[in-house]
């Protein structure tokens, strides 16, 4: 019976591992890539049967830790707006002038072939899904409570979605500064969509007073 893999001890090689390809390219051979880390070449296969699994490694590990980051930040806000703005700010933060980690390891993905690469994307993209759905849902909620402007919630996540994906791309090709966008897209698109709630029991008309005499 094959022993258990110690997956800390996996990460570990792992993140080394994508640091010496980032430098060294991805076409290095998992042979070179042990001796690089000091390794025996039997050690690094039975943590790693090809270079493809260290990218699926470092990816989860990475998107793991950015939904970490991103859902404390969106818990700081009740209104469901807010919470869809602290979004796209935070995934920014968790990457800003590291964006081009997660850029290199979907890249490298790519050359796992078509059908492997599917299979990843679509492991990612059900975790984000059910995120997705969660927010949507929350968003629809406060339309009909009288929080949210009527809109097309599905839109307008997508719309913060592209905006985060896009403004990672433009971060890694040009080093724009964000925050002038973070500003348009939220005094253009979103603070527009927030309503006042309810009248609650304090802002209700008091009774005039009975000012005729008995």
């Known amino acids: 019976m094959a022993r258990p893999v110690d ?35 039997p050690t690094l296969l039975y943590y790693f049967p090809d270079r493809i699994a260290i990218f699926e490694q470092a990816l989860a590990d990475l998107l793991a830790e950015q939904a970490v ?52 994307v679509n492991i990612g993209n059900l975790a984000f899904e059910t995120h997705r759905q969660a927010l949507t849902q929350r968003i629809r909620d406060g339309i009909a409570a009288g929080q949210i402007a009527e809109c097309d919630a599905d839109s307008l996540i997508r719309i913060c979605r592209a905006t985060i994906d896009g403004l990672m791309v433009q971060r890694v090709m040009m080093q724009c500064d964000l925050a002038p966008v973070h500003k348009l897209l939220w005094d253009g698109l979103l603070a527009p969509l927030k309503r006042t709630t309810t009248t ?5 008309p008091k009774p005039k007073k009975n000012t005729e005499t008995a």
């Open 69 to 120: 980051f991103v859902v404390g930040q969106m818990a700081a806000h009740d209104h469901p707006i807010d919470q869809l703005f602290a979004q796209v700010k935070a995934v920014h933060a968790f990457h800003h002038e590291r964006e081009e980690r997660v850029l290199f390891l979907t890249q490298a993905l790519a050359v796992g072939g078509k059908e492997r690469t599917k299979n990843i």
């Open 200 to 204: 609650t029991q304090t802002d209700k």
């Open 7 to 41: 997956i800390e001890k996996r990460r570990e090689i792992g993140a080394k591992a994508v640091e010496f390809l980032t430098e060294h390219g991805l076409d290095t051979s998992m042979a070179k890539l042990a001796e690089g880390l000091g390794l025996k070449r």
